[in-house]
């Protein structure tokens, strides 16, 4: 009876460029900045632990085209530490190392089989009785099913297909490579090895089709543990499909429902969430939060009137609770009870109200401001997602009075 291992990974994004975390003060930047190494050192590490037979990484091992000849080398010696205990790796490139991105090349240690993009290729492990189909992506944005010509299932085989796609759509992925289930079960494979959607997802058991996630989440729209799979076959048969933790820092959104709480006890709610987060850290990874405040209460204007100095509040609480605990952002979203409200006279109030449902005031604060928002992105760069900024670059700009509606109502109920 044969039996042997493989793990399958996907979107290591290797020396991925960081965008605006050195405006977060206090966020470990090069532990982060260097985080898809260590991630990818741990799938070397865990491959050579486990002993698995083989490695396949499913598209987006780089992230685009090399800054340096670092990223090319760094790999080249990760793949011959696999190679020097006798473990084969098939790489597919994806949309991020597309054939027509990469542009520099070192070679590869000889256990690297790299798929070719003009069409489906098989690469074969007799001792296994193992075959391994693929095509790599030639450009950043494929549209075509490339499944369909993909070749049927060898007889006598195990047949692995690599696949960087969305399927027939994911939310947050870009639609490349689309193609449905029923088309990757037409191929006949036992088991679809997936890249480019970045959350772990069993898609289907018959066959196993599986996306793996990426190994290391890079901004906070990319929470939760991250790490590979290792699956298991026994006389061809797949006995488990067993889920690895790689991720080195961990992204984490912690909403706090402030309703019915004080303005001076938020800090305090705060604390007490923070601490509770850090206890169930069971992973004992670094976590990186985005803290958002949610619910209704009288002081909410308040809070978002002294955002800046909340932020810097709740970052203080973070390291005293641990030195690995990290606050990414800070985004108020209360609200006020409209039944609460604090009257400030019938002509005032009615015009705060009123603000975030004026087409003229919102069309007026559009012109007004189109050319500060040009001078913001050109020095400041992108803005981050919860920025007024981005609100503003969306066109939200109803939202963006409201949220600024809000804090002048406190500020003006707190001034007489």
């Known amino acids: 009876m044969t039996s042997f291992r493989f793990l399958h990974a996907a979107d290591i994004h290797l020396d991925s460029p960081l965008h605006g975390l050195s405006r977060y003060e206090g966020l470990p ?43 090319g080398l760094y790999f080249a010696r990760a793949m011959g530490r696999l190679d020097q205990v006798g473990i084969p790796a098939f790489v597919l490139a994806g949309n991020h190392d597309a054939a027509s991105v990469i542009s520099r090349t070192v070679p590869w240690p000889p256990n690297v089989r790299l798929f070719g993009a003009r069409r489906p290729e098989t690469h074969r492990l007799p001792d296994l009785a193992v075959a391994v189909h693929g095509q790599s992506f030639s450009t950043p944005a494929v549209t075509d099913n490339l499944v369909l010509a993909y070749p049927p299932a060898e007889e006598h085989h195990f047949n692995i297909g690599m696949l960087h796609t969305a399927l027939a759509g994911r939310q947050g992925h870009a639609d490349y490579a689309p193609c449905s289930v029923d088309d990757l079960r037409s191929r006949g494979y036992s088991y679809w090895a997936l890249g480019h ?39 061809s048969e797949i006995t488990s499909v067993e889920r690895v933790e790689l991720d080195v820092i961990r992204w984490v959104r912690l909403d706090v429902d402030c309703t019915g709480t004080a303005d001076d006890a938020v800090t305090d709610l705060i604390r007490v969430e923070l601490g509770r987060l850090h206890g169930a850290n069971g992973s004992g990874r670094p976590l990186v939060v985005r803290v958002t405040l949610l619910g209704e209460m009288l ?67 559009a012109s007004d401001l189109e050319r500060f928002m040009l001078a913001a992105s050109t020095t400041l760069g992108d803005a981050e997602e919860g920025e007024l900024r981005l609100s503003a670059s969306q066109g939200d700009w109803a939202g963006v009075l409201l949220t600024a509606s809000t804090a002048l109502r406190s500020r003006l109920t707190r001034e007489g």
């Open 299 to 365: 002081e909410a204007g308040l809070l978002h009137d002294r955002a800046i100095t909340l932020r810097d509040d709740i970052r203080a609480i973070a390291a005293s609770i641990s030195a690995e605990l990290y606050i990414e952002k800070v985004k108020v979203m209360m609200t006020e009870p409209a039944r609460e409200r604090v009257a400030l006279g019938e002509d005032l109030g009615a015009l705060i109200d009123d603000a975030s449902t004026d087409p003229g005031l919102v069309a007026a604060l």
């Open 29 to 71: 930047v090069e532990d982060i900045r260097s985080a898809t190494r260590a991630a990818f050192d741990n799938l070397v590490h865990c491959a050579i632990e486990e002993a698995v037979d083989f490695v396949i990484l499913a598209g987006d091992l780089f992230d685009g085209d090399w800054r340096d000849m670092g990223t």
């Open 197 to 235: 959607v970045h959350e772990f997802e069993i898609v289907s058991t018959d066959p196993y089709v599986v996306f793996s996630g990426n190994v290391q989440g890079r901004t906070i729209r990319e929470t939760g543990p991250k790490g590979a799979v290792i699956v298991t076959v026994v006389d």
